[in-house]
């Protein structure tokens, strides 16, 4: 079963302009969803999870269950914001279901 | 900062070989995991092990796979005999408890020829 869905394989966004980057899920119980980026060369690194309610690096993600989103959020994107960023799903059998990444880059 | 290290980065082998790709998970983390990646395709979870067993397993991790912690840093995978769709990006993580942050590490690109 597709757990996870990012639809866009490829966004690009000017410098400055507001991003989205959408997910959206399938699960019926309680799962906890993460971001997850990864630089050029660097390996993958946790952005944020939606229990910490936290920003890092002026992205947001809020989790609505009525729409099964977790959409990641970014107000201004900077040029250091160009990534693959992966969307990812963890069940209450702490199994990790990864949806297909969207590639963002920023047009300087 | 501590990381999580693999080796090596790169292995290509013949199909039915066995290969064994290496990790050494953060010092303090208890959690072990590993997932691969087909080229163009989505990061899947293979395994997680804790406390020298597996915890859980996907359903990709079949007979043909598993995972030992030799000693008290390294966790290893053994691929048992290659196939061609074996080929991909696998990667190790690990974390201090089972619902913590998991920490990558950069990956080995298994190809099988």
């Known amino acids: 079963a597709q757990r996870v869905t990012q639809p866009e394989k490829l966004l690009s966004v000017f410098k400055g302009a507001p991003v989205e980057l959408k997910c959206n899920y399938s699960?019926?119980?309680?799962?906890?969803l993460f971001w997850y980026v990864q630089y050029s060369r660097q390996r993958l690194q946790l952005l944020l999870r939606?229990?910490s309610r936290e920003s890092i690096k002026g992205f947001t993600a809020d989790l609505n269950k009525g729409e099964t989103s977790f959409h990641l959020k970014k107000p201004f994107a900077q040029e250091e914001d160009s990534a693959m960023y992966y969307c990812?799903?963890?069940?209450?059998?702490?199994?990790?279901?990864f949806g297909t990444g969207t590639s963002l880059t920023v047009i300087p | 900062e501590p990381e999580v290290t693999q080796t090596p980065s790169h292995q290509v082998t013949q199909m039915g070989q066995e290969v064994i790709l290496r990790c050494v998970p953060i010092?303090?983390?208890?959690?072990f995991y590993w997932y691969r990646q087909i080229l163009g395709q989505k990061v899947e979870f293979l395994v997680s092990?804790?406390?020298?067993?597996?915890?859980?397993k996907s359903e990709i991790f079949d007979d043909q796979f598993s995972v030992e912690r030799p000693d008290g840093s390294n966790f290893t995978l053994k691929i048992r005999s290659t196939k061609l769709e074996d080929s991909a990006m696998y990667f190790c993580?690990?974390?201090?408890?089972?619902?913590?942050?998991?920490?990558f590490g950069p990956g080995t690109r298994l190809t099988v020829l």
């Open positions: 993580a690990s974390s201090e408890g089972r619902t913590d942050t998991q920490y």
């Open positions: 699960y019926s119980g309680s799962p906890e």
């Open positions: 939606h229990i």
């Open positions: 990812a799903l963890r069940d209450e059998g702490n199994q990790f279901y």
């Open positions: 010092s303090n983390h208890l959690y």
């Open positions: 092990f804790y406390n020298n067993e597996i915890s859980e």
